[in-house]
């Protein structure tokens, strides 16, 4: 019969598809992959060597830099996992609760966009990133009005907000938020019921749900395997309670369904934008502080708080000592991290060019999974 | 796409627990009280901080109280992580703890788990409960060289093979530590920074960097008062010249250039200290402890009577000292 030809070969770590500097060992044989094997750590910049010496505030810009192109949520996992060590969870404002949400939903939009573009890109589909890029750059947009930023937003404080909005933002929000959904309807126009796109996804990478929970998937992967768990209604924080939205689940696992499972998020965050801004209108302006004291210096205790970041549950677990400024150990728990470990299992017995897809479907940032 | 039945709808939140209850307390919570009702003999300790419980385990008996969590519900892990508790105020014990962050999607409520260990014993994984705890494990062990007994790859995960050190103990340097060492041995010295050829599999045989940071290069420290303190002597730099030894108008015999009898000459009707500093090689080498006036005010001052110390004067200085102090007695 046939000469069976096992071939080790190096996927990245200078690859375009693998977004960033993921090396995956692959044991091929001919074009199918016997075993993938992640090696990881090229970005690692001991960021939570860097959290045990700094004070809490002095932190936060070192979160943007986890998951790079979701800073928003990153900034938000921590502070509110210190305002639960000291305590003041429910003092903060109503409004900074709106301002955070508004921005981490228009950062799972722009990470969802940004995921999309380069998702559709690898598997051969050029246009919608372009139609991606023309959204995400008007949400960039709003950023940079509100904090000076564009990725790296340092937008918030432990105890609320650095700064109210700035006049017409609202505005400018609204109207994005107007012509967001027709958008998505096109990006959905292209990709949908495309044949190569249906091919490329369909029945790829399929993970079952107890298989996702037993890998500790969380996030999109981990609805579009039909768990519906979402930590925005099931540990709600800031002023999700209030606000109304439905959590999309897939049925089959494939990379297909979870690509629908994130276009219906975008849907969803863009409508709890637009709940957002008549609840924001009926607040008073510059009630964007909770009153604690300049030294932050929590009581002696442990906590591990987590969000619903873009990708999945993102979080942190702060021990203060009590007698100092700087936490003992902040432990950073990231998505990415723990998705990426499914990466052989799911990648196993399918083509070189699926790990690609698969790559893509689990939307791994480096920066987080290194830290 | 958009369903709303779903196969894991998690229940409405559990209320935050009041705080200040007893160990014994929080183990009748209803919350664990089954659980720990099994597996009673691992359970040594409970906590409790902001709602959150924390129950202090056997570090023998993890996997099979992971077990029996686990098939109370908590069937998710969702986190793990190692601390060093080295520097904890007050905090006596076993080093390192790892922290097991466990959630149930049915009572949508978590608990930690924690166990102590020391750095040589490793602890049982629980990566055959559930798949997630390989690579956690593993970054444990490479962050803090915590070994897992029973774990199927324990290896290094961010950093790389014959690193060595893990980088989140307390005891290593901020800064980083000296990775030339491994790359570059021609140019830095043995024992200099980190060397290559350790596996770094297993915590005994990773080869820990204990030293200080190594300066490279030498010099006076700035702000280094001579006359007051002995430096530790450097006999390797003896005969170096510093960038301090230059005449002034107080001493302007402090010239490395001029001999003995010219520095003497220039010294002639100044005080016992200015003489003996005179006498010395003046490169302010720091061989002997001091630099060179440091070292003449203590042979003036007494504090020292070994006058052996100037190894770029050679015997010529010596000869000097030996005779400049006996004038000084007999005066």
């Known amino acids: ?371 | 796409m958009a369903e709303q039945e779903g196969t894991h709808r998690p229940a409405a939140p559990a209320a935050a627990a009041p705080k200040g209850r007893t160990a014994e307390e929080i183990r009748q919570d209803p919350l664990v009280s089954a659980t720990v009702e099994k597996v009673a003999y691992a359970i040594l300790d409970a906590k409790e901080f902001a709602g959150e419980i924390t129950l202090i385990a056997d570090r023998d008996e993890i996997v099979e109280v992971a077990r029996a969590f686990k098939n109370d519900s908590f069937n998710y892990l969702v986190d793990l992580a190692g601390v060093d508790y080295s520097t904890y105020p007050g905090y006596k014990g076993d080093r390192f703890g790892v922290s097991y962050v466990l959630y149930s999607f049915d009572r949508n409520v978590r608990v930690r788990l924690r166990v102590y260990t020391d750095a040589k014993t490793p602890i049982p994984s629980v990566s055959s409960v559930w798949k997630t705890a390989n690579w956690q494990e593993r970054e444990v062990f490479d962050m803090f060289g915590v070994g897992f007994s029973n774990h199927p790859n324990l290896e290094r995960i961010l950093m790389w093979d014959g690193f060595n050190g893990h980088p989140l103990r307390k005891d290593f340097p901020l800064r980083g530590i000296d990775t030339g060492a491994a790359i570059y041995p021609e140019i830095f010295p043995d024992g200099g920074g980190p060397k290559a050829g350790s596996t770094g599999k297993t915590p005994q045989n990773v080869n820990i960097f204990k030293g200080e940071w190594t300066q490279y290069g030498y010099g006076i420290p700035a702000g280094y008062d001579g006359r007051k303190t002995q430096m530790e002597p450097a006999p390797e730099l003896a005969g170096a010249v510093a960038d301090t030894a230059r005449p002034t108008a107080e001493a302007p015999w402090h010239d490395p250039h001029l001999a003995l009898d010219q520095r003497l000459e220039l010294a002639k009707g100044v005080d016992l200290k200015a003489k003996l500093f005179a006498a010395m090689a003046q490169t302010d080498c720091t061989a002997c402890g001091w630099d060179c006036e440091g070292y003449a005010a203590a042979l003036a001052a007494g504090e020292t009577k070994d006058i052996t110390l100037c190894i770029p004067g050679e015997s010529e200085t010596e000869t000097a000292l030996k005779k400049l102090l006996a004038e000084a007695k007999t005066m």
């Open chain 1, 1 to 371: 019969m046939f000469d069976v030809h096992e071939m080790e070969v190096n996927f990245g770590p200078q690859h375009p598809s693998t977004h960033g500097v993921l090396r995956v060992i692959l044991k091929i044989d001919g074009e199918r992959i016997i075993e993938a094997k992640p090696v990881i750590g090229y970005l690692h910049r001991g960021t939570e060597k860097l959290f045990e010496n700094m004070a809490y505030p002095q932190c936060v810009p070192h979160t943007d830099r986890l998951d790079y192109v979701a800073s928003a949520t990153n900034n938000l996992g921590y502070v509110e996992a210190v305002e639960k060590l000291l305590g003041i969870t429910k003092q903060i404002p109503k409004r900074a609760q709106l301002i955070r949400v508004m921005l981490s939903e228009l950062q799972r939009l722009s990470s969802h966009l940004l995921w999309l573009a380069t998702h559709a890109l690898d598997l051969g589909a050029m246009t919608p990133f372009f139609y991606t890029f023309r959204e995400r750059e008007e949400i960039l947009d709003l950023f940079e009005a509100y904090c000076g930023a564009r990725l790296t937003l340092n937008c918030m404080r432990i105890g609320g907000m650095p700064d109210d909005l700035p006049d017409g933002w609202l505005d400018d929000l609204e109207e994005f938020t107007a012509k967001f959904d027709p958008a998505i309807d096109e990006y959905a126009a292209l990709l949908n019921t495309n044949r190569i796109w249906k091919r490329r996804t369909v029945g790829i990478g399929v993970i079952s749900p107890e298989e996702a929970i037993d890998w500790g998937i969380t996030g999109p992967p981990l609805r579009g395997s039909g768990v519906e768990w979402d930590l925005r209604r099931a540990q709600p924080y800031e002023c999700y309670p209030e606000l109304q939205f439905d959590i999309p689940i897939g049925k089959n696992g494939d990379t297909y369904d979870r690509y629908l499972v994130r276009m219906e998020e975008m849907r969803q965050a863009n409508r709890i934008l637009k709940q957002c801004i008549p609840m924001i209108k009926e607040t008073p302006a510059g009630d964007i502080k909770a009153k604690i004291s300049r030294v932050i210096r929590p009581p002696e205790g442990e906590v591990y708080h987590s969000i619903e970041a873009p990708k999945g549950e993102l979080g942190y677990y702060i021990i203060s000592d009590g007698k100092t400024q700087n936490a003992y150990r902040c432990r950073v728990r990231p998505p990415s991290f723990i998705n990426l470990q499914a990466l052989p299992a799911m990648a196993k017995g399918y083509l070189v060019s699926d790990l690609v897809a698969l790559i893509g479907t689990l939307d791994v940032v480096l920066g987080e999974v290194d830290r």
